[in-house]
């Protein structure tokens, strides 16, 4: 039996949000160069330009700790029986892990196109198809109750694109997309840990690190965005870290823990199936924006902005409680 592994958490954590911190001015001044900017105007109450390059600094630092990982990983393989048995879990599912790389850079490419070109919906739809598509090929998939491997792939699809589209609605406000995929990362890092699922529980740590690092430079004031790379890149993310854990299995039945999905992403599938059915009601496109989403709602209601994302933080995290609560 190994021990909790305090030595591959801390860092899994740490690595990834000092590299996003310090990497995100790089980006900022990247973006202005080139124009990859969000001005004020329309919906938006920020009263300057802003460089959307939360997705760009997230995205790199992943990516370079989980280069600098797996190269650690391979180093030491033979060194001790927590390095043999995450080189292994590297080995068997390393399609899986390399499509999942390969669709978190592509839809920070796809978001950074929209950003930039104002992409039409269907364009882009067909680009989050498409990583759904590859991903759910490689072996991420539903698989909990569903014998049928071709309704396993469709609702993996499904599943990848609508959390991709909750948390792309959920950027509406200062903090608030980065906040909910922080929350969702470390539930399903504790879930993953509780049961000793090592691999999962360092990817969703990196994850969640990447996200704390960003948030400084977005919240409370912002001087950066996630942009719809960001959005699409963490709302991607949190999806897949929904698919990889084992909440119930033959050996170890915990039929209750199947909702933690659920719960842990209750608050943005809350608000999209809100906001979706608000607009058909009123016979809008549900793809375009409006103010009808619950951080608008609560600014009604009288909380300052600043305050409605910290009341949906917390609804969030006592949901996500609730849920690792029910694996343990």
Not at 237 to 251: E, K
Request: hydrophobic share 55%; glycine share 8%; with cysteine.
């Amino acid at each position: 039996m190994l021990t909790f592994p305090f030595n591959l958490y801390l860092p899994a954590l740490v690595v990834p949000t000092v590299l996003a911190f310090a990497l995100l001015p790089w980006w900022c001044r990247w973006c202005e160069r080139r124009g990859l900017v969000d001005e004020p105007g329309h919906r938006k109450d920020h009263g300057r330009v802003t460089p959307l390059a939360g997705g760009l600094a997230v995205c790199s630092a992943l990516a370079l700790t989980a280069l600098a990982g797996a190269a650690v990983v391979w180093w030491r393989t033979g060194d001790g029986a927590l390095a043999f048995t995450l080189g292994h879990g590297l080995s068997r599912r390393a399609v899986e892990l390399g499509a999942i790389l390969f669709g978190a850079l592509a839809l920070t490419v796809l978001g950074v196109l929209d950003d930039r070109h104002e992409l039409k919906p269907l364009p882009k739809f067909a680009g989050q198809l498409a990583v759904a598509l590859l991903v759910a090929a490689a072996g991420v998939r539903v698989t909990l109750f569903v014998a049928n491997p071709v309704f396993s792939y469709a609702v993996t699809v499904l599943w990848l694109l609508t959390l991709i589209n909750a948390f792309n609605f959920m950027d509406n406000m200062n903090g608030l997309c980065a906040g909910l995929g922080i929350i969702a990362a470390g539930a399903f890092a504790a879930v993953a840990a509780l049961h000793g699922q090592y691999l999962v529980t360092t990817f969703a740590l990196m994850v969640a690190g990447a996200l704390l690092g960003f948030l400084p430079h977005n919240f409370p004031r912002a001087r950066s965005f996630l942009g719809d790379a960001g959005s699409h890149l963490v709302g991607y993310l949190v999806a897949v870290l929904a698919v990889l854990p084992h909440f119930h299995t033959p050996q170890n039945p915990r039929p209750l823990a199947v909702l933690t999905p659920l719960l842990v992403l209750a608050v943005p599938l809350a608000d999209l199936v809100m906001v979706v059915c608000i607009r058909t009601a009123r016979r809008q496109p549900f793809w375009v924006g409006d103010t009808n989403h619950l951080s608008h709602r609560l600014v009604r209601r009288g909380l300052t902005r600043t305050t409605a994302v910290l009341v949906i933080w917390l609804l969030a995290a006592l949901v996500a409680t609730l849920a690792v609560w029910l694996n343990r």
